[in-house]
């Protein structure tokens, strides 16, 4: 388990040896458009998750996930991705990615404001989850969040429902990360840095427009390999409402 900071600060790398390696922003923030590029780990990457997410604490937390599931060599990775309110999770979509994520970096990125949370891969937009709260589902808009990420061993159940394990001969398992860049609030002793001037914010109002749209389309017709609001198995009881809503 050990991080590097190499090249003057501007890249971190985390390694997986046995035990996992992570790192947290100094900084909460309350809404923001958070960018990170990263490079997977090359390979055998199989039993391992790099993670890459916003969260709060407690058992009600709010949390927004980019979870990237490793594989043997030559398979695809699979981007995991979900969204907490108030400690209910079970919101889970995947997707393969169009690229190679282990050649070179890639940019993934959230935009959270108060009328949606956007997941994008390179400025795609590949998921949206609305502020519905209008009809009753909420919706993470008061829980300053901070931005962590992490690399560990989940072989219990990363790859193909834990039926391929890490294979430790590889180790250690090392994912590469620079220019984080958080357009945000930053949350400090009870107030928002936003407060005084958000004019000057456009991120806080953006929203997809009829392209967005479009590519998101065109991403969960291609390329979403799971989507809960469709697996009609896991909730007998019916579809969580905001599937029939989104």
Same mark, same amino acid.
């Given at each position: 388990?050990?991080?590097? #900071? %190499? !090249?003057?600060?501007? =890249?971190?790398?985390?390694? =997986?040896?046995?035990?996992?390696?992570?790192?947290?922003?100094?900084?909460?923030?309350?809404?923001?458009?958070? /960018?990170?590029?990263?490079? =997977?780990?090359?390979? @055998?990457?199989?039993?391992?998750?790099?993670?890459?997410?916003?969260?709060? %604490?407690?058992?009600?937390? /709010? !949390? #927004?996930?980019? !979870?990237?599931?490793?594989?043997?060599?030559?398979?695809?990775? +699979?981007?995991?991705?979900?969204?907490?309110?108030?400690?209910?999770? @079970?919101?889970?979509?995947?997707?393969? %990615?169009?690229?190679?994520?282990?050649?070179?970096?890639?940019?993934?990125?959230?935009?959270? *404001? &108060?009328?949606? +949370? +956007?997941?994008?891969?390179?400025?795609?937009?590949?998921?949206?989850?609305? @502020?519905?709260?209008?009809?009753?589902?909420?919706?993470?808009?008061?829980?300053?969040?901070? #931005?962590?990420?992490?690399?560990?061993?989940? /072989?219990?159940?990363?790859?193909?429902?834990?039926?391929?394990?890490?294979?430790?001969?590889?180790?250690?398992?090392?994912?590469?990360?620079?220019?984080? @860049?958080?357009?945000?609030?930053?949350?400090?002793?009870? $107030?928002? $840095?936003?407060?005084?001037?958000?004019?000057?914010?456009?991120? %806080?109002?953006?929203?997809?427009?009829?392209?967005?749209?479009?590519?998101?389309?065109?991403?969960?017709? *291609?390329?979403? #390999?799971?989507?809960?609001?469709? /697996?009609?198995?896991?909730?007998?009881?019916?579809? &969580?409402? !905001?599937?029939? =809503?989104?």
């Amino acid at each position: 388990m050990f991080s590097k #900071i %190499l !090249e003057n600060g501007q =890249l971190l790398t985390l390694s =997986l040896d046995k035990t996992g390696s992570g790192f947290r922003s100094k900084n909460q923030y309350l809404f923001g458009k958070i /960018d990170m590029q990263l490079k =997977l780990v090359p390979g @055998n990457s199989a039993g391992t998750v790099t993670a890459y997410y916003l969260s709060s %604490l407690g058992s009600a937390h /709010d !949390e #927004i996930d980019f !979870e990237f599931l490793g594989n043997l060599s030559g398979d695809p990775y +699979i981007l995991h991705t979900n969204v907490f309110t108030q400690g209910k999770g @079970n919101r889970e979509q995947q997707f393969y %990615l169009w690229f190679d994520p282990t050649k070179d970096f890639h940019t993934y990125s959230v935009l959270w *404001n &108060p009328q949606s +949370i +956007i997941f994008y891969v390179d400025g795609t937009p590949i998921r949206e989850f609305k @502020n519905l709260e209008s009809n009753g589902i909420a919706f993470p808009k008061s829980q300053p969040m901070w #931005i962590y990420s992490s690399l560990w061993n989940a /072989d219990d159940w990363a790859t193909r429902g834990g039926l391929v394990k890490t294979d430790w001969s590889q180790a250690p398992f090392t994912a590469s990360y620079r220019n984080f @860049n958080a357009q945000a609030c930053i949350w400090s002793s009870g $107030s928002s $840095s936003c407060s005084s001037n958000s004019s000057s914010k456009s991120w %806080l109002t953006q929203s997809l427009d009829t392209t967005g749209q479009a590519r998101i389309k065109w991403v969960q017709q *291609n390329y979403m #390999i799971y989507n809960y609001c469709t /697996d009609t198995k896991r909730f007998p009881q019916g579809l &969580p409402p !905001e599937c029939s =809503l989104a």
